[in-house]
């Protein structure tokens, strides 16, 4: 068992001065709170963030990083809290532990396999540290190597979450060593059968292919001492079971149809043109198998890899890969990110510098860049390759259902966004949201690794408003969409009933002509239109007259006979029933819902308030236009008197309000803004602005816009404004 000596000693070694006091805190406190729980496997929990420690020290990590892994697990598995963390240990240890909490509680949330691409990207798009990333390794590759203590069904999650993500990550971050390890553990976790089976086949043919590789490798010796090609060192070995069984899977060989089953691997001093003479070497000895050498020096592989492959055919046949690369190219291929982080701390020193931060964070970045490749452009790589933090997906944001789902939305994404990615019935029908259990405003932005609950009630719609909180095509489309059909229904309706009100004018029965679908059909092709709904639809909108409509119906003869136009003397003098009927609220009035709606608008002229009287006027193209009516321009109106329409205000939504501007007259003296404002405040009355100014005549004049929801509450703010001493008077402004 590794004791907390071990990994100080470690440390020590390699960073002579290194801050050991703090790791000797950290494994106190971490003793401390994990005191009494145990592992699986029966031992201390302690072992576990000892054994993670060592792991970095092994790696040659700072003494945060070591520090940070004795105490990964505290805020997950303790009641110890972040704060606590951060006054003990600062702001750097609690930044690196919060990265790895979180990390842990996507895994927790992530059940489903599908979802591993997203999950890496999550995963990589929490960190702003890659440090984070490298204990993060450290701590799965020490749970995959004591799991056998595991339930079988825990062994095979586990070991599918690491060969989906971590082994992924290690191999970008070019860590082969981690990488293999992960990956040969998964294996055997997650599908014990085969790896047996295969274990059993190449172990039979192991004495065998050990005594090859021992012939190879000698005959490589002697050939580059003959040849005085310097080495440092000469290693052959089996393929890694992980590695074969992917093959044999892939490409559905046999065993004896692998060329790399052996591989014999020469490391060179640090200069590649030793490479390339033993390249030379080793083709001057056995046949090199054409179309299987690859030099990775020239061309670096993505993860910064460097080393030259080829295939030969030994004795008897036998094909075997031999890779040349030099001491420094071969750590970076066993340690990757780990090996550049020593390279810095050689540059380095003991002291902190910042160029050298910054040189590592670009081979890191570089290293993930890849990972990212789906949105980035090269405008914004350069961006992010300044910044100090490691923003890898600034672009994406990632959320849970609480299922465990993950989706991937962009930034600035609302809790709508979500919805309508997860199901367009569940956007249409969204009524709220939590937020990691909390009820929050439709509009808020989500962050990485939010659990977002959509309610939604089956009756409810999407509002327009929401046009405003989305940031998805699919939710703008989907809701631009369901709005317009809402417009499209509600202007069918409307011009029903317009054509109906017109063929009672003209005393005709309105059932007669609009369920006479042959008449209505002809009538709409007529306008070019294709079905008689498409017809209401355009009268509804305003574009078309009902009174045409009526004329092309009854043909120009008995139009004329039945025009109430022409029989308007006899109309009045039948008495006043017309005229109320025409500027009273009768019971057939249309009824003006919203002051926004569709197809009505409030006129700007007059700007009419709910409780006012008013009238509605059909503008073409515009739908109804309500005007109040004691407006100056309905005067004119009444010219094209069979546009006029009756309407009145629906039932009020209780939080509809308008705004309306007042013009406050006063004398001049001080103190008069502030005694209005506080009068409108008195009666509970929003405020939207207010400014001050003195007329030629000396006068005061105040103009304030206030928000009302009727007629009854402004006319109660004009008098509570009326009231304060100095008003001379109150008027009311049109809209601009
Ligand atoms: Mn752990």
């Not at 672009?395 to 930034?411: H, N």
């Not at 509600?490 to 109906?500: H, Q, Y």
Request: with cysteine; aromatic share 6%; hydrophobic share 40%.
């Amino acid at each position: 068992m590794i004791r907390i000596e071990d990994v100080i000693e470690t440390v020590e070694k390699y960073r002579p001065g290194a801050d050991i006091d703090l790791i000797r805190r950290a494994y106190l406190f971490s003793a401390l709170h994990h005191r009494g729980q145990k592992r699986a496997s029966g031992e201390p929990y302690l072992v576990h963030p000892l054994e993670v420690a060592h792991i970095l020290a092994e790696q040659r990590l700072d003494e945060v990083s070591v520090s940070t892994g004795l105490l990964h697990d505290v805020v997950e598995d303790t009641l110890v809290d972040l704060e606590t963390i951060r006054s003990y240990f600062g702001d750097e240890i609690t930044g690196l532990v919060d990265g790895l909490t979180k990390i842990a509680q996507i895994s927790n949330l992530s059940k489903e396999r599908q979802q591993a691409e997203n999950v890496r990207k999550m995963v990589l798009a929490m960190v702003t540290d890659v440090r984070v990333v490298l204990i993060k390794l450290a701590d799965r590759l020490h749970n995959m190597r004591t799991m056998q203590f595991l339930k079988p069904e825990k062994r095979a999650r586990i070991s599918q979450e690491t060969l989906d993500i971590y082994a992924p990550i290690a191999h970008r971050l070019g860590m082969g060593k981690v990488r293999s390890e992960l990956e040969d553990l998964s294996f055997q976790n997650l599908y014990p059968e085969e790896y047996r089976r295969l274990s059993i086949e190449v172990d039979a043919r192991r004495p065998e292919l050990e005594a090859t590789l021992e012939r190879i490798t000698r005959t490589i010796r002697e050939r580059l001492t003959e040849n005085d090609v310097p080495y440092v060192a000469i290693e052959g070995r089996v393929k890694r079971l992980f590695s074969l069984w992917k093959k044999l899977k892939k490409r559905k060989l046999t065993i004896e149809q692998v060329y790399d089953l052996i591989a014999a691997r020469i490391i060179t001093p640090n200069d590649r043109k030793y490479c390339y003479l033993t390249l030379s070497v080793i083709h001057d000895t056995w046949t090199p198998v054409p179309e299987r050498f690859k030099d990775w020096i020239a061309i670096p592989r993505d993860n910064l890899y460097q080393s030259l492959h080829t295939s030969v055919i030994g004795e008897g046949g036998q094909a075997f890969e031999v890779q040349i690369r030099t001491e420094e190219m071969h750590q970076v291929a066993e340690e990757g990110v780990a090996a550049h982080w020593k390279y810095k701390e050689k540059k380095l020193g003991s002291s902190d510098d910042d160029e050298s931060l910054d040189e590592l964070r670009r081979t890191v970045e570089k290293l993930l860049l890849p990972l990212v490749e789906t949105t980035q452009d090269n405008e914004d790589s350069e961006d992010f390759l300044e910044s100090l933090k490691l923003d890898l997906f600034p672009k994406d944001v990632y959320a849970f259902t609480p299922m465990g789902k993950v989706i991937q939305l962009p930034r600035g994404a609302s809790p709508l966004d979500f919805a309508y990615a997860i199901h367009s019935e569940v956007g249409d029908t969204c009524t709220g949201a939590k937020i990691n259990g909390r009820i929050v405003p439709l509009k808020s932005e989500l962050q990485n690794g939010d659990v977002v609950e959509i309610m939604t009630t089956a009756s409810s719609k999407p509002s327009r408003d929401w046009l405003n909180y989305v940031v998805t095509a699919k939710a703008r489309n989907r809701i631009r969409h369901f709005i317009s059909e809402q417009q499209r229904t509600e202007s069918i309706d409307m011009g029903r009933k317009l054509l109906e009100k017109e063929a009672d004018k003209f005393s005709l029965s309105p059932k007669k002509l609009i369920n006479n679908d042959t008449e209505m059909r002809r009538i709409a092709n007529e306008y070019g239109l294709g079905r008689p709904e498409d017809l209401l639809a355009s009268i509804g909108y305003g574009k078309t007259l009902p009174r045409n409509v009526l004329a092309k119906f009854l043909g120009p003869e008995k139009f004329a006979e039945l025009d109430p136009e022409k029989k308007k003397e006899t109309r009045i003098s039948t008495g006043m029933k017309a005229v109320k009927k025409f500027i009273g609220l009768g019971e057939d009035a249309i009824i003006v819902k919203g002051v926004d709606n569709l197809l009505t608008t409030r006129a700007r002229c007059c700007n009419p308030l709910r409780g006012e009287d008013i009238i509605g006027y059909i503008s073409l193209g515009k739908g109804i236009v309500v005007h109040n009516k004691r407006c100056k321009n309905v005067q004119q109106l009444m010219v094209n008197r069979d546009r006029i329409v009756e309407v009145e205000w629906a039932k009020a939504d209780n939080n509809e309000i308008q705004s309306v501007r007042l013009l406050v007259t006063t004398e001049n003296r001080t103190g008069m803004l502030a005694g209005i404002t506080n009068a409108i405040a008195e009666i509970k009355t929003a405020i939207r602005d207010a400014s001050a100014n003195v007329s030629r005549d000396d006068k005061g004049l105040i103009e304030v816009t206030v928000e009302v929801f009727d007629k009854k509450h402004l006319d109660r703010v004009v008098s509570s404004i009326g009231q304060v001493p100095g008003v001379i008077a109150v008027e009311r402004m049109n809209a601009a």
